[in-house]
Structure formats: C-alpha cells, structure tokens
C-alpha cells in the first residue's frame, strides 16, 4: 500500500473506525506514561519519550493462567483460554517494537509457545518515529534507528499538523479504514520533511557505544574481579530487568486450593537470588556480582549465541530507574577496557 498522510484531527474519527479492535495506546498516569487500554482517544499522550513498562505486557503478560484443574467429583483439566481478541498496539517506539522481533526467537524457539504466538498473531502494531529520543536512549549503537520499520505494521511519523503514515504488512493494510475520507497521499514536501526530521532525531541520539568485539571480551571476563566492583551498589530489585523489553524469564507456580487449582507463569528476574536456587538449596548465582554479570552476558552473548542477536534495543529504561546509577552503556564501554584477563 502507498504511503499516506493523515490530519490529527482526524485521528478520532480514525479510531472510531477501529471499533473491532481493542486499542492500547500510551497514557498519562501519575507523571508517567503507560500503555493502557484506550477509551477516549483524547487521553492519549503521543509527545513522549518513551512508557515506562514496554508494551510487552500485550504478549507475555506478568502473570498468565496455562490451565487449571478440578480434582472432583473427577479430574478435570482445562488448558487456557486463547487470547482470541483482534487488539491494536498504537504509538509503539521503534526500540519496542524491535524487542517482539527478539522475544519471537525465545518464545517460537524449541517449543511454539500458542498463548503468546496467538496474541502476537491478533495483534497490528503501529509505531511512531521518535522525534526527541531521551538521552538515556542508545538504539543507534544496537541496530535500530529512531524511525525503524522493524517489527511495525504502520510506522507513523509527526510532522506537526499531521502525520506520515507508511503501511509495512498486509496487516497494517486492515487498519487503514476509509481511505480516501480519512488519507490523502504525501507529496514531496511531506516526504522532504519527514526526512529532515528522521535524520534530526537520529543526530538526537548521543548516547552510543561500539558493541563490536563486546561478545569475544565478555568470553575472557567470566572469572574476572570486574564483575565484584561493578555490582558493589546493585541492591537486587530486578527494576532492570522488569523494565526491560526483551527481558522475558519467568517461573512456573501451582495454585491450589483444595479442589481445585491452576498453574501460572509469572514474571521473574535474574537479578534476584531465588531465581536460581536450586531445589537441594544450592545457588549457582549466590551473589549479586554472578546475577549482574549473567544480565550482561546474556544479552551480550549467550543470547547471540544462540539466536544471532543481541537482547538488548537501546530503550535505556534499566538506565534511567536503577536506583543506584547503574548504566549499562558504561558497563560494556568498561567491559572493552578491563585488562585483567582470564588465563
Ligand atoms: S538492557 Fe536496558 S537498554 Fe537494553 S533493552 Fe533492556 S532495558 Fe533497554
Ligand atoms: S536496577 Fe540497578 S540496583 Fe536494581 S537490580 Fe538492576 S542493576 Fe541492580
């Protein structure tokens, strides 16, 4: 489909025609921007950095029902319901939407995991061109760009009275309802400043880092000293990793209550030391300079290891809200200089 442009305040009438699809947009809430089920076009707040959870909530959410059981008056086991809604993710940043390209390879791996392949089948994502990228913000230096297209449906870009829209899959096709009433098509003007104002946001992203040579330096840092230093201030409240968009460990729990029951997978975080305790009460990750030092790594190598990719889109959340100033830009630019070196 052609590219168009659309008239914000057409975005109302725009959005009523979507009344099939459940609509989460970013909201503010409290001084800080969350994705929520949309009510009112109006609440929606679409001049933002970036919400303070990502969005993946919509696919993996925190705590996720796999079956439940009745033990009487005989066994009785119910899988799941699907997520069978049609829902549409709007104003997504590029950085997240990146982050389902890189949850896909966890969760379509070794086993097609049916309760998120059906909400990420049923879901249309449209994203929005970071125009003022935080400065906490390093996509740039992990393969991504302000105003990338990977993983969207329709990438839309501001261009102050009105925005750009281009339509990327036959699935953002399906949300451009009322074309010719709604959309008109850009005209070189249009394209000309949608340009200038994706190279402006990209010059807009200072924070950077070389990853290149990242993956073999961690390879010769696993015994190394660096690692008791960098986590001295860690505190453990996994804040890092709960924020993080391509973070998606979780824990597998019974409910029982008697008759009856359900298992649950829950939201968790390496970054705590019960995470890997191991039923006999051994720890294999006993302090907090093991769990800092496998954050790193898995994003940074284990995880490219395995699927040729780096975990991690450069959002800068786990920058910007550990509470003791731990940057992880600053921990690979240390990685590449610490000369003490396994034997
Ligand atoms: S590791 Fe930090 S910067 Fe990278 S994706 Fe996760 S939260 Fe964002
Ligand atoms: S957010 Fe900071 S303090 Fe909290 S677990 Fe992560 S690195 Fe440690």
């Known amino acids: 489909m052609d590219d168009m442009i659309i008239k914000k305040d057409k975005l109302p009438k725009w959005s009523s025609e979507l009344s099939d699809y459940k609509i989460f947009a970013p909201h503010r809430e409290d001084d800080v921007v969350i994705f929520k089920e949309m009510k009112n076009v109006n609440k929606v707040v679409l001049h933002y950095a970036n919400s303070v959870m990502p969005p993946k909530e919509i696919f993996f959410p925190q705590t996720q029902e796999l079956f439940k059981y009745e033990k009487s008056p005989e066994m009785k086991v119910s899988e799941a319901e699907l997520p069978l809604e049609k829902v549409l993710l709007f104003g997504v940043r590029p950085c997240d939407a990146r982050s389902f390209l890189i949850m896909d390879k966890l969760f379509y791996w070794d086993y097609e995991d049916h309760l998120y392949k059906q909400a990420r089948d049923n879901t249309v994502i449209i994203g929005l061109t970071c125009t003022s990228p935080h400065h906490n913000c390093f996509c740039t230096s992990v393969g991504g760009k302000p105003y ?152 940074f190598r284990y995880f490219p290891d395995r699927f040729d990719a780096i975990a991690c889109v450069g959002c800068g959340r786990c920058i910007s809200k550990c509470p003791v100033g731990i940057d992880i830009v600053e921990t690979l630019e240390e990685v590449k200089e610490v000369e003490e070196v396994e034997e």
Do not use: Q
């Open 148 to 299: 990338s297209n990977e993983g969207l449906d329709v990438l839309m870009t501001d261009l102050g009275d009105r925005y750009y829209v281009e339509v990327l899959t036959e699935k953002g096709e399906d949300v451009i309802r009322k074309p010719d009433e709604l959309f008109s098509k850009p005209t070189d003007k249009d394209r000309k400043e949608r340009g200038e104002i994706w190279e402006k946001a990209e010059s807009e992203v200072t924070k950077n880092v070389e990853v290149e040579g990242v993956h073999d330096k961690l390879g010769e840092l696993f015994e190394s000293k660096y690692w008791d230093e960098k986590s001295r201030t860690c505190v453990g409240c996994g804040i890092c990793s709960f924020l993080c968009p391509t973070c998606h460990c979780f824990d597998i729990t019974d409910e029982d209550c008697g008759n009856c029951g359900r298992r649950i997978r829950t939201w968790d975080t390496c970054m705590i030391p019960e995470y890997t305790v191991h039923a006999s009460g051994y720890n294999p990750r006993p302090g907090k300079k093991n769990r800092l030092k496998n954050r790193v790594f898995h994003k």
